[in-house]
């Protein structure tokens, strides 16, 4: 089971991002993929999860309607996407496999956001 | 939502001693509920123990887990200087899901 993300990202505040997880080694369709977000120095916090299959998706209300979580079955690829990102959003985000606890991780994609 | 509260907020240990590790929860979450991850510096979170006392694959039998909401321990016995880590509980009981501060391990 692998699940690799897409590369570090330095954007501006105000610019839009769209973070990619791929994974491999399982049947992508059964599991649901979630994200978790590590600011700089800090711990862990939930922000969501999506079924591949179905595409039901649950939100931590703490995250929903800044960020977009989605799913390309087809190429077994799962999306955190911003429109308009802010400093804040500075941190490590981590995809993970499973609908409660995460049993396999992605690498983390860092995302900078600076002027 | 749930709260998860971890004490203490650094161990610090020599090889071959007992680590404990404690997890507090708001309100009552059931233990199938409860899991324990390992994170190292730079690297991704490790699950560790699920429903709160079941390990994960490939996981030693050093480490357990144990406890009914809201308390929950994570032992760590013979530590070795590779367990030197954060360790973070995380209930999935209830929506949002949420993760405990952390627990710093240190291997003197």
């Known amino acids: 089971v692998q699940l690799v993300q897409s590369g570090a990202e330095v954007k501006k505040p105000g610019d839009s991002l769209r973070i990619s997880c791929k994974g491999s080694g399982y049947s992508f369709d059964n599991y649901w993929i979630g994200w978790v977000r590590q600011m700089p120095g800090k711990g862990l916090e939930w922000m969501g999860i999506i079924h591949p299959r179905s595409s039901d998706t649950r939100y931590n209300p703490s995250f929903e309607g800044h960020v977009t979580i989605s799913v390309d079955k087809f190429i077994a690829t799962a999306y955190l996407h911003w429109t308009s990102l802010k400093a804040s959003d500075t941190a490590t985000y981590y995809c993970?496999?499973?609908?409660?606890?995460?049993?396999?991780w992605g690498q983390g994609t860092l995302v900078t956001v600076s002027s | 939502e749930v709260v998860l509260t971890q004490s203490p907020g650094t161990l610090s240990l020599s090889p071959g001693e007992r680590a404990t590790l404690s997890c507090r929860a708001s309100?009552?979450?059931?233990?199938?509920?409860l899991a324990w991850y390992q994170q190292k510096p730079g690297q991704a979170p490790r699950l560790l123990i699920y429903?709160?006392?079941n390990r994960a694959t490939d996981i030693p039998d050093r480490f357990s887990g144990s406890g009914s909401g809201p308390e929950f321990t994570l032992t760590i016995t013979n530590v070795e200087p590779e367990d030197s880590a954060v360790y973070y509980c995380?209930?999935?009981?209830?929506?949002?899901?949420?993760f405990g501060p952390g627990t710093k391990v240190e291997i003197k």
């Open positions: 995380q209930q999935y009981n209830w929506s949002p899901f949420t």
């Open positions: 309100q009552r979450v059931n233990s199938r509920f």
């Open positions: 993970t496999r499973g609908q409660s606890d995460f049993d396999f």
């Open positions: 429903g709160a006392s």
